[in-house]
Every structure is written in C-alpha cells, then in structure tokens.
C-alpha cells in the first residue's frame, strides 16, 4: 500500500501535465517512500467506463486513500470549479484525519471547505521536491476563499 495519495484530476492535456510534474517531484523527494495517483491505476479487469470497472476503480482508490498517511491534492480549477471526484476524495480524507497537501498554479478563489482541510498549500509544484514528509510542516492558503 501507498504512503501518499495523489488526488487530482487528469482528464485534459493540462490537467495529466500537472499530475505527471506533481508525480515527478513526489519520486525525487528523499522523504517520499510510495506514492499512489489514480492516473497511473486506471487498468481493470473490466472494460473502462462501465459499470464494473468503476466499482473495481473505486473500492481500490477507496483502499488507498484508507492506506494513505497524506494525501497531495491538485486543487486547480476547470471551468470555475474543482473536479467533483478530487473534491470527494478530499473529503474522505479529511473524515479520515489525513493531513492534505495542496498545489494550486492557477489563481482562482478556492471554496472554504477546501482551504479550510489543508495542512499545507503551495503554488509551486517543485516544492514538493523538498517539503518534509516526515515532519510534514503546516503552511496556510493564501488567495481568494469562496
């Protein structure tokens, strides 16, 4: 099982850079031992976009957030709004006490729900090169909050 949960959409050009640089920077991280991100596990038994593939999807995302000590979130916005199964596993995970790293390179306002559970927050995807996930320091939002 992972040590990190990645949380972040990947369903445009942009959004799949964003999570590749976001899993780039979690493998050169010394304090990184595993990390889990959806994008890399969306093979299944079953045919993609059915029914049955999304039972086995969820109950393995489920199992790996359960498995997760941290969860590193994307938390940019498409079309004013966070991605509604990013924005579901945040909230799993904050019912779950899990401490929620943030990168967000985008300036738009972020809604309170999500600022509010965040124990760290950058603008710069290359600090998670360095950040300390042993120590796991706190850092506040700073933006706009909806």
């Given at each position: ?90 909230g799993v995970a904050t019912m779950s006490n899990k401490p ?47």
């Amino acid at each position: 099982m992972s040590q990190i949960y990645v949380a972040s959409p990947f369903f445009s050009p942009e959004q799949v850079d964003r999570v590749k640089r976001v899993e780039a920077a979690l493998e050169a991280n010394p304090t990184v031992k595993d990390f889990y991100s959806p994008r890399l596990h969306q093979d299944a038994a079953n045919e993609q976009f059915t029914k049955p593939w999304a039972t086995e999807i969820f109950h393995r995302d489920m199992d790996q957030i359960a498995a997760a000590e941290v969860i590193v979130t994307v938390i940019d916005f498409e079309a004013k709004n966070l991605d509604s199964g990013t924005a579901y596993e945040l909230g799993v995970a904050t019912m779950s006490n899990k401490p929620i790293i943030a990168i967000q390179e985008k300036d738009e306002a972020v809604n309170l729900m999500i600022t509010e559970s965040m124990h760290w927050y950058t603008k710069n995807v290359d600090d998670l090169k360095s950040y300390d996930f042993t120590t796991r320091p706190t850092g506040e939002f700073v933006g706009q909050i909806l």
